[in-house]
């Protein structure tokens, strides 16, 4: 399947907008300018609007609507995509914007707005802006510094209804300053959400991981003191659990914002680690496969470590949206937020947000393999010579430097995972059932002469491979392109083996075309795992 571009122009952005009303758009528009691009942003923008006319199921437009103009980009292919600030009888309405999308032809591709419906609001506020202010103040710090509340209608709940946004100026408990928007419901004076417009900025940190020696970190400062959050990554952060395993702990801080000392001593090194982690998880996912966080939503998932007391684990929770590292018993075991673990956790979150394959039975072992194939591809993008890329899981876990969790080369070797598909491989516990596909998965993107040789299913096998089958490898850049398309696009909560089979040719066909080299590689990787 051709790949097409997708880089964008923008050839109008109005912060101030004035308002198109679809009634008297041309006259709007011969305003603008005589320029190309307002030539080009006229013509965008008249296109857009009588789109949101003519589609009003799509776009939520009804009789008293009018828009402001803030945004028009253009695609490389010239499609067009019109962003609008809703107004409804001249009230703004907060969660109203709207983006219209357009091809090079003109045709009306769809819109995007968050509207669970229109948002119509009748009859008139109960209280006045004094009193909206008054509620604003008693539930927020802050005076309005000379600004007036803001009738709007607000629609960013299930039902629109009239509300005042009250502006609030002051300061953060950290003495950040703070322009607040305290939104207060205009029937009975509730107050229905809140947030600041102040931003905190990023910093440039360096810290000392105990695995990943000397490492670059992106940090946020406030009033002086550095914490360990990312604005760059979604405000991704790390938090101390301090031993606990209750609470969401406390985010680290530091006045000079060089973490850690290489030592587990050092409380800050093990966070060190994680944040690392999740900063280099972050940047494979969204280099290598478009994706923007976790959930592709912009935001960041945090770190919990030092949970419990030698806690040998580490997991990944849909309810926090978060990722918990044990210290390790120190015997034994390491602190548990080695490279590739910490990629393995964030791509549970990943694949909690696709597919959302059940965690039992084949589809928890495609579950754990898709975090197991992901989580070894981080490292690989990572290449960090203190934690060289590998096929092994868990590795760096081991105080005897030579034991890992799980291999893909040949995963029976840990003497319970199945390099093979048989009929009872979905009873195996999850974690070994995902042999299956990690086998697969390594026989692709290396073939069975890369490094350590890999064996092949033979028919009648059940857990262990014994064939002595050849393939050739494909190498990581296709396989784990591949595999994420078949996460993202096709397979879906209870897929299994032999679902996760037509779901990798089918993005192998997408990708690289009907009966290419590449497709014909995937099929031959199941057939080598006994999934035919």
């Known amino acids: ?41 006229r013509a965008a923008t008249a ?13 939520q437009h009804a009789v008293g609507h009018s828009y402001e103009l803030r945004d028009v980009v253009v695609d490389t292919d010239g499609t067009e995509h019109v962003r609008f600030q809703r107004r409804f009888k001249g009230l703004r309405v907060l969660g109203g914007d709207l983006v219209t999308h357009t091809s090079r032809s003109g045709a009306f591709l769809n819109a995007s707005h968050s509207l669970v419906r229109e948002p119509r609001v009748d009859g008139a506020a109960r209280i006045g802006a004094v009193d909206a202010l008054r509620a604003a103040v008693q539930a927020h710090r802050g005076a309005p510094d000379g600004s007036s509340p803001e009738l709007v209608v607000y629609a960013r709940g299930d039902l629109p209804q009239l509300a005042y946004d009250v502006r609030l100026y002051g300061e953060q408990d950290d003495g950040t300053p703070s322009e607040l928007h305290v939104i207060v419901g205009a029937d009975r004076g509730e107050v229905l959400e809140s947030w600041d417009d102040v931003h905190t900025a990023p910093a440039n940190g360096t810290g000392q991981g105990f695995f990943n020696g000397s490492v670059a970190l992106t940090t946020d400062l406030v009033s002086g003191t550095y914490s360990l959050r990312d604005p760059s990554r979604g405000n991704q952060a790390t938090l101390d659990m301090k031993n606990r395993q209750f609470g969401q702990g406390a985010i680290f801080t530091d006045t000079n914002n060089a973490w850690g000392d290489g030592t587990l001593a050092d409380r800050q090194t093990v966070g060190v680690d994680a944040q690392y982690g999740t900063a280099m998880t972050w940047d494979y996912y969204k280099n290598v496969h478009g994706r923007n966080g976790i959930a592709n939503d912009g935001k960041g998932a945090n770190n919990r470590v030092h949970y419990g007391r030698k806690y040998n684990n580490a997991f990944w929770s849909d309810s926090c949206f978060c990722m918990t590292y044990g210290d390790g018993d120190g015997v034994s075991f390491n602190p548990f937020d080695s490279l590739d673990v910490a990629g393995h956790e964030m791509s549970h979150g990943v694949t909690s947000r696709t597919a959302g394959l059940v965690y039992s039975g084949e589809s928890g072992g495609l579950n754990e393999g898709t975090s197991d194939i992901f989580g070894t591809m981080v490292e690989y993008y990572a290449n960090n010579p203190n934690d060289t890329p590998d096929y092994r899981i868990g590795e760096e876990l081991y105080k005897n430097g030579s034991s890992s969790l799980r291999t893909m080369i040949n995963p029976s070797t840990d003497g319970k995972s199945a390099d093979c598909w048989y009929s009872g491989v979905g009873n195996l516990d999850v974690h070994y059932s995902s042999g299956v596909a990690n086998h697969f998965y390594f026989l692709l993107a290396e073939g069975t002469t890369a490094g350590s040789p890999s064996k092949t299913c033979v028919a009648g096998n059940t857990r262990v491979a014994t064939g002595t089958g050849t393939l050739a490898g494909i190498g990581r ?28 040719i089918g993005a192998a066909n997408d990708l690289y075309g009907a009966g290419s080299p590449e497709s014909t590689a995937v099929a031959a990787a199941w057939t080598a795992v006994g999934r035919n």
């Open 1 to 41: 399947m051709k790949k097409t571009s997708h880089a964008t122009r923008h050839i109008a952005s109005d912060a101030a907008g004035g308002t198109i009303s679809a009634a008297a758009v041309l006259l709007l528009l011969a305003a603008a300018g005589t320029s190309a691009a307002a030539a080009d942003t």
């Open 47 to 59: 296109r857009a609007l009588a789109h949101v006319q003519a589609f009003p199921q799509r776009t």
């Open 477 to 504: 850049a296709k396989a784990e392109k591949i595999w994420y398309r078949a996460l993202t696009v096709y397979m879906t909560s209870s897929t299994t083996y032999a679902g996760a089979r037509a779901a990798t």
